[in-house]
């Protein structure tokens, strides 16, 4: 048998994408054990994940982080666990990518200053930044400051890296959350784009770059997007976006040069569309979403992670994540993808498709830019609405049964999964005693940090010295170094700015959001809809009233906002002030409106310490016929724990039928209040 022999005139095959996988948890030391294993088994770059304090720009000892501490993430609190994440990895020979908004400054002075005590040219540092602060008032929820400071800090940082680490790319415009949130393909374009632009104003009008460096600006701009398993409409949306991108930076910043014109993105693909029901169909489902940003080579990824098939459940253990990586090696180097030029060049199909995604696209890009810009569509609430209103539309199409998920609401019959016959090491759980360890090394680092064998000067000049560039125009990125070599933390950091700038809550696009499931005669809807006014009347009140709160720094509000709408649409009058609230602010305002449900929802696992303290502290205010309801990532252990605590009933993604939820959240209004059942119409 003879060896294949390579076609005559055969191209060199392409390079594959940058391979990455999403990590970080527990500790500093543990996720840099876990990035040189996955170094090692060959992945190819660094992608960062930071708990939420760390996000969200507090301590790990605040109030608010509570229950957080590495759970979705590593904390990185100051300049020594830094140190201790990318100890004995060389940073100038790395490609890493930090999922960082809000505080991405802060860690990319960290960063930077681990790299020049490694002895690293700077310039030659490689990676990305997300900054990408819009796409956090709309679905992911770790904004800090209001919107006009926070793109201050955005354009402050490009600004500087074009100067001080040309080859980084300062920001990652990320419609990953936007899809998340519900978006379609053209709201996900649409926005991203808007944002782009919103940046790239902010930094011209900046005066900070030459008009002649510019091109050297868009050219460090990245995206970072999602492909969900649609995936011939998934990669006609990647043509799209090249197409505008071309177009806008041509047009409206006169770039000439096509290479600084390129669209360059990376993606993690949906995370979304995975379900706890048959987890094992999430396998093909993530190598769909795959094909769509690598089979096309004009629109093709240059980095890619992809979650893993437990994501759904839980904390992916570590083989979960080799699965994952392995998907993506599978197909750069067993198959022959990467050797051919664009496979879908000439497809009338494609093109047909690709043309009206731009030209619907282009004109909701029109529509925010007459409204003042994508910043001005966040503070009016015009693009939370809208989110809210596409994703009220999916849940509804899911739950009539129209749009079909395998396992979930067809199919769903099935064998016993041996992947998951012990749901308790199917996923990797996070120690409870890695909080008290992590508060502990803070406070030790607080005492310590003037003496050898850092010596860092005192941190208090170096905090001043930030909130009087703050209070100016100067760029924040040279006191934020300052800040960083002095050993300031995480939360002194931000807490500086925090009392120049402010904060801000953004819009929760609730109240305005249209009726998703119309409650017609004889429909499910029109059953809970009598059930509410029913129980309301027998309890002697004008309305049921329901608060629906979001405890700890979880900014997924997703479910939380469906679950609102939802209950609005049953004749609930729904309390629900967005996100980042204590147990104690939860429980003052269940009181204050005199509620007759609570429904909490968490994601982020901070669940089992963050509910039972709800759950205490309505029982000393002696409201315990205010039953409490619980929804998120939660595991069937901590489940059974809850409701042994006294919840009153237990939601996860596997429980889809939402007006379901509203009928089972009217039963336990009314079970608390000792009223006998509703009978059920034939």
């Known amino acids: 048998m003879t060896e294949r022999q390579p076609a005559e005139g055969k191209r060199e095959k392409d390079r594959p ?84 908004n809000a505080t991405a400054m802060w860690l990319l002075a960290l960063y930077q200053v681990v790299a020049e005590e490694q002895g690293a040219d700077i310039t030659k540092l490689q990676g990305t930044t997300q900054n990408d602060i819009v796409k956090e008032y709309l679905s992911r929820g770790t904004h800090v400051f209001p919107p006009g400071p926070s793109l201050r800090l955005t354009t402050d940082m490009i600004t500087y890296t074009v100067s ?14 936007l899809q998340e949130a519900g978006a379609t393909p053209v709201q996900e374009i649409a926005y991203a784009m808007s944002t782009a632009i919103a940046v790239l104003d902010a930094v011209r009008d900046s005066g900070q770059v030459p008009a002649e460096k510019f091109g050297d600006v868009v050219a460090r701009i990245s995206f970072f997007v999602n492909a969900g398993v649609r995936f011939i409409e998934e990669m006609c949306k990647m043509r799209a976006f090249g197409r505008i991108w071309d177009q806008v930076t041509r047009e409206r910043y006169g770039i000439e040069n096509p290479k600084q ?20 169909n999430n396998v093909q489902r993530i190598v769909l979403e795959m094909l769509a940003v690598t089979l096309s080579k004009d629109a093709r990824a240059r980095a890619v992670q992809l979650p893993a098939w437990n994501e759904a459940l839980g904390l992916p253990r570590p083989w979960d994540q080799q699965w994952s990586l392995r998907i993506q090696q599978v197909l750069a180097h067993e198959s022959d993808l990467l050797e051919y030029e664009d496979i879908f060049e000439g497809s009338h199909v494609i093109e047909a498709k690709v043309a009206k995604l731009v030209e619907e696209s282009l004109a909701e890009i029109d529509r925010i830019q007459e409204m003042g810009g ?71 680092w607080r005492d310590t940090r003037y003496q050898p064998p850092f010596n860092h000067p005192r941190p208090c000049k170096a905090l001043d010295r930030l909130k009087e560039a703050a209070k100016g125009t100067a760029n924040l990125m040279e006191a934020t170094l300052e800040c960083a070599r002095a050993g300031v933390t995480t939360g002194e950091w931000a807490g500086a700015l925090r009392e120049v700038f402010g904060e801000f809550r953004a819009p929760t696009g609730v109240s305005s959001a249209p009726v998703a499931v119309p409650a017609e005669e004889g429909s499910a809807m029109a059953d809970v809809r009598r059930r509410v006014d029913l129980t309301a009347k027998d309890m002697g009140v004008g309305k049921l009233r329901f608060l629906v709160g979001k405890p700890g720094l979880d900014g997924h509000s997703n479910g939380a906002e469906q679950i609102a709408v939802r209950a609005r649409d049953a004749g609930f009058e729904v309390v629900y002030q967005g996100i980042r609230l204590t147990p104690e602010q939860i429980v003052d305002a269940a009181l204050a409106e005199d509620v007759h449900a609570v429904g909490l929802s968490i994601l982020s696992g901070s669940h089992a310490q963050l509910v039972p303290d709800v759950l205490d502290r309505l029982r000393v205010a002696g409201a315990t016929e205010i039953p409490v309801i619980a929804g998120g990532i939660i595991p069937n252990g901590d489940a059974a724990q809850l409701r042994a605590a006294g919840v009153a009933a237990v939601f996860t993604p596997k429980d889809f039928d939402i007006t379901g939820i509203i009928g089972r959240i009217v039963d336990e209004i009314r079970k608390a209040n000792k009223l006998d059942p509703l009978e059920v119409p034939a």
């Open 17 to 100: 994408w940058l391979m990455r996988t999403y990590a970080g948890h527990s500790t500093a030391e543990a996720s840099n054990e876990l990035y040189r294993r996955n170094l090692a088994k060959g992945q190819t770059g660094l992608s960062v994940a930071f708990d939420l304090p760390t996000q969200t720009g507090y301590d790990s000892d605040h109030i608010l982080a509570r229950g957080e501490v590495g759970r979705v993430g590593v904390p990185v609190a100051h300049l020594g666990d830094m140190r201790r994440l990318f100890q004995d990895i060389p940073l100038e020979q790395m490609n890493t990518s930090m999922t960082i």
């Open 164 to 177: 001080h680490i040309p080859k980084w790319n300062p920001i990652n415009i990320c419609s990953y959350h």
């Open 261 to 280: 014109r390129r669209f360059r993105y990376g993606v993690q693909v949906n995370s979304l569309g995975l379900t706890e029901a048959q987890p094992e």
């Open 374 to 444: 994508a910043m001005a569509a966040v503070e009016s609430g015009y693009l939370k609405s809208q989110l809210v209103s596409s994703h009220a539309e999916r849940r509804g199409r899911i739950e009539s049964g129209q749009e079909k998920i395998i396992g979930v609401n067809i199919f769903e019959t099935t064998e016993p999964n041996p992947l998951t016959a012990d749901l308790d090491t199917a996923i990797q759980t996070v120690d409870p005693a890695v909080e008290a360890r992590v508060i502990g090394s803070l406070e030790h």
